[in-house]
């Protein structure tokens, strides 16, 4: 598990944006909850097209849903590799256990014939 200490300053920000935009969202939807709770005629008043305001409000909350995540994916900051890991090792581990899997297959198909 990592510690505060060991997190890059990438995912901070990337969380903190996170829960910024998340904030945003919360205080939209509980706009449209106690608007709904406390101001139902306000809710029943026709605004567009024949629509009323509940109707509108909620399917602004599902565009605003869609965009907040289009903003949070343009602005998230991509964490930089980790050049401690090195890639070359892990694709000779995996080449060698395919091969070894390989062999044992071959092995248990010759001891069938």
Do not use: H
């Not at 919360?26 to 709770?37: D, E, I, M």
């Not at 000779?92 to 014939?113: D, F, I, P, R, Y």
């Amino acid at each position: 598990m990592k510690t505060p200490e060991t997190i890059s300053p990438e995912r901070q920000y990337n969380t903190r944006l996170g829960l910024i935009l998340f904030v945003v969202y919360l205080l939209l939807y509980l706009g449209f909850v106690l608007g709904s709770a406390f101001l139902a005629d306000a809710m029943e008043t026709k605004v567009l097209f024949g629509l009323n305001l509940a109707i509108v409000y909620g399917f602004a909350l599902i565009k605003m849903a869609f965009i907040l995540s289009l903003i949070y994916g343009w602005m998230c900051r991509v964490e930089p590799v980790d050049s401690s890991s090195n890639t070359v090792e892990k694709k000779e581990t995996s080449q060698s256990s395919l091969e070894a899997v390989c062999e044992e297959n071959q092995v248990s198909k010759e001891g069938e014939q």
